[in-house]
Every structure is written in structure tokens, then in C-alpha cells.
């Protein structure tokens, strides 16, 4: 970080890295946002006023989904309660900011059919990446920051991936299939290194994993996105197992609630409780006052 950065966002961002633990894949949205804020302003960071804040969600906020309007005034809420902290400024302009009421989210799994047409035709690599979406309910970060080290095979013939990437930085040990393995065998599995390149030759990231996927799926006339291929794990994965909590950790989710927004109950399974409602004995009708007595 060198000349035209706002010394107040060096520190910020020092701290939020080194001290906060933030990690890199927030950290890299965090910048961009705030870097905006910056050039935006006539002013300092810690001179921006309520009214300049306001203007700025007016402008580079506004019309965007609700849940990315939320992530953006928690990146600069968190900037200026900072700066109140640090004592940098007496108030915090940011408590203005919008903070949108999210809807409830409703799970998209990806449709089986159009799974199975994805998968049929992709090349080897970007047959491994959709595999570990689909099968292993990793997201694209997580699937452009493994490494061919973090996949273990035991003599029992399990197989686990070490998820060092996880949102928020939180990693976790994901148990897969030989779904997935066979794929990863079929792009050429390596004792170590980045498991996925870019075309730099260097490790690829979230959003090129993303971009590759989604345009894959447009390519073939899918309405789907890279996302709904960890939908599609997370409703599979609990309507196999009943077992929210299970599919939680494999997800890497830090609450059940989060969970449900990507397991949706299976069709079958809701029509067999609705006709085993019918079939059970009718409530007598309560008798009206004249009958009691």
C-alpha cells in the first residue's frame, strides 16, 4: 500500500488483518468498497460527515440487492467505529447508513438434469471445480485456495479435503465421496501445490472459479449459477441425512439458521406427512354450550 491511499485506511486495514483476523477473501472486498469511499469523498476519511456518507449510498449503493447493500454498511460501519475507537474521531457518521432487512432466503439447488448436463460437458478441470461445489458443498473461494496437499485418502478408502479457506477464515476437514475423488483423479491429482491454476499460472481465485462456472452453465442454456451448486449439496445433504447440524459443519455454516436457507425439505418427503395428516383419526367437534349440560 503505497502513494494515493488514505493513511487512516492503512492503519485500519493493518489492523483488521493483523489484529482482527479478518481474511483475505473479506478483506480484498473490504478494500475495493473503501478504496471507492475514498475517492468518492472531498474530503479525508475522518472528515466525511453524515450527510457525505449519505451521499455516497445514494450513489454507489443504491439499486443494488438488499444483501449487498448490508454488506457495504457493515464494511464502513466497521471503518468508522474503528476511528471512534482509535480516537481518530468524536462521533461515528456511519450510523445513518441503511441497514436492509433481508428476506428470508429460499434454497435454489441447481436442477439434477442440468447438473448432469454441466458435468457431461466440462473439460477435467472445470469438471473438478463443479464436482466439489455439487458434491462437496464447497464454495468458490474455498475451491480456489485448496491445495493438493489438503486432500486425504485413507487406507479404509475415506477421503477428506482440508477446507483452509473457509468464509471468514474459519477452516474445516469436509468428508467427500468418490464422486468426488474420481473427478480429481480425472483432472490429474499432484503430491502438492495450488490444486487449480489460473491462466497466469498462478493460483486461481474465487472469482475466476465463479466466472468460469457461471459462463459454463450459460454456454449450455442453464438458468443456474455457481452458487446454486451449493445449494444443490446442502438440500441433498439434508434430505439424506435429516441432520441439519451434520450438513452445518460439512458446509462450514456458523449457524443452523444459515443452513436452512440452503436445505430445502424434499417434495416427497412433505407429501408423506400430509397425507399421514389426513389419515389420522379426526378431532371430535366440541360440543356447543347447549349440549354440556
Known sequence: MSGGWDPDLVDYLHWARNLRGLSDNT?????????RLADFLPVPLRAATADHLLSFEHVAIAGRAAETRRVYAVHMRSLY?????????????STVLTM????????????????????????????AMITLEAFAGLRCCEVAGLEWSDLRR??????????????????????????????????????????FLG???????????????NRH??????????????????????QLSHDLRMVQEQMGHSSPQTTAGYARPS???AARMVAA???????????SVATVW
Open 100 to 127: 436492509p432487512i433481508l428476506s428470508r432466503r429460499l434454497p435454489r439447488p441447481i436442477d439434477e438434469e442440468d447438473l448432469a448436463c454441466a458435468m457431461r460437458g466440462a473439460r477435467p478441470k472445470l469438471h
Open 199 to 213: 491462466v497466469d499460472g498462478a493460483q486461481i481465485t474465487a472469482n475466476a472459479v465463479s466466472r468460469a462456472i
Open 217 to 238: 452453465l450459460l454456454r449450455l442454456d442453464i438458468d443456474a449459477t455457481a452458487h446454486q451448486l451449493r445449494h444443490r449439496y446442502g438440500t441433498i445433504g439434508y
Open 81 to 93: 467505529r474503528w476511528m471512534v475507537t482509535a480516537g481518530l474521531i468524536d462521533h461515528d457518521p
Open 267 to 269: 417434495a416427497e418427503a
Open 27 to 35: 478483506l480484498r472486498v473490504r478494500i475495493d468498497l473503501l478504496r
Open 154 to 195: 485413507e487406507h479404509d478408502g475415506r477421503a477428506y479435503l482440508h477446507v483452509r479457506q473457509g468464509k471468514g477464515g474459519k477452516g474445516r476437514v469436509v468428508e467427500v465421496g468418490a464422486t468426488v475423488v474420481r473427478s480429481l483423479q480425472a483432472y490429474g491429482i499432484h503430491r502438492r501445490g495450488p490444486m
Open 277 to 287: 395428516m389426513d389419515s389420522l383419526p379426526r378431532p371430535r367437534t366440541a360440543p
